[in-house]
């Protein structure tokens, strides 16, 4: 059964780099079967896509936030990781690592992980 | 920058139906912006309810549907039930490779 595992700091200090990695285990992040996503949410509000890449290393960003974010994979260890850099308050949110099949809105979801942006 | 509508919230009876819906700020909802529907309980993470305009996730109940009405995306819950108040997400594919939420419908059954 697929399972997505998100990792890394909870807290960052501002204008620092939050930086999350995805753990897949029960599927082939190298099969092309897959999309893999983050989407965040701040808390009490709703959720935003932040980013997708394919194993090959296509990438597709949000547009408001493409000039901070950077995904990556990492096929030989199964993860897939999520850098934004110049963190603020507004940042802080819920981070959720997800998969989608080609052609459809159909997201899997990691249990989330929370990341506070504060000095 | 496209925004994605949904009522923030709804109201309805128990037992009886309500229908949720996802629009965007310019232009039609259609199948290839493969509209897709979220509930998402406190503390929990989403939980996919209706993908690509009307195909139901496993072990959802056939209460739920997901429609085109108009130029909206639409899910309809016929016979709600209290476990049925949640929030519910719309996502849609805006091309590219990009998706954006709805803000979401807090529903009440009440």
């Known amino acids: 059964q697929l399972q997505l595992q998100e990792s890394g700091p909870g807290l960052v200090k501002p204008s620092e780099t939050l930086s999350l990695t995805c753990t897949v285990s029960?599927?082939?992040?190298?099969?092309?079967?897959?999309?893999w996503d983050w989407i965040r949410q701040p808390p009490g509000k709703g959720l935003e896509w932040i980013a997708t890449?394919?194993?090959?290393?296509?990438?597709y960003y949000n547009p408001s936030l493409k000039s901070r974010v950077t995904i990556s994979v990492d096929t030989s260890k199964s993860q897939f990781s999520l850098k934004l850099s110049s963190v603020t308050a507004a940042d802080t949110a819920v981070y959720y690592c997800?998969?989608?099949?080609?052609?459809?809105?159909?997201?899997?979801w990691g249990q989330g992980t929370l990341v506070t942006v504060s000095s | 920058q496209t925004v994605v509508t949904q009522e923030p919230s709804f109201s309805v009876s128990p037992g009886g139906t309500v229908t949720l819906t996802c629009g965007l700020s310019?232009?039609?909802?259609?199948?290839?912006?493969?509209p897709s529907w979220y509930q998402q309980t406190p503390g929990q993470a989403p939980r996919t309810f209706i993908y690509?305009?009307?195909i139901r996730s496993s072990g959802v109940p056939d209460r739920f549907s997901g429609s085109i009405l108009g130029n909206k995306a639409a899910l309809t819950i016929t016979g709600a039930q209290a476990d049925d108040e949640s929030d519910y997400y719309c996502?849609?594919?805006?091309?590219?490779?990009?998706?954006?939420f709805g803000g979401g419908t807090k529903l009440t059954v009440l």
């Open positions: 997800a998969r989608h099949t080609p052609e459809s809105g159909n997201f899997y």
């Open positions: 029960g599927a082939s992040i190298s099969s092309g079967d897959y999309y």
């Open positions: 890449i394919y194993y090959s290393g296509s990438t």
């Open positions: 310019s232009g039609s909802v259609s199948n290839s912006n493969y």
């Open positions: 690509n305009t009307n």
């Open positions: 996502v849609l594919y805006m091309g590219s490779g990009l998706w954006v």
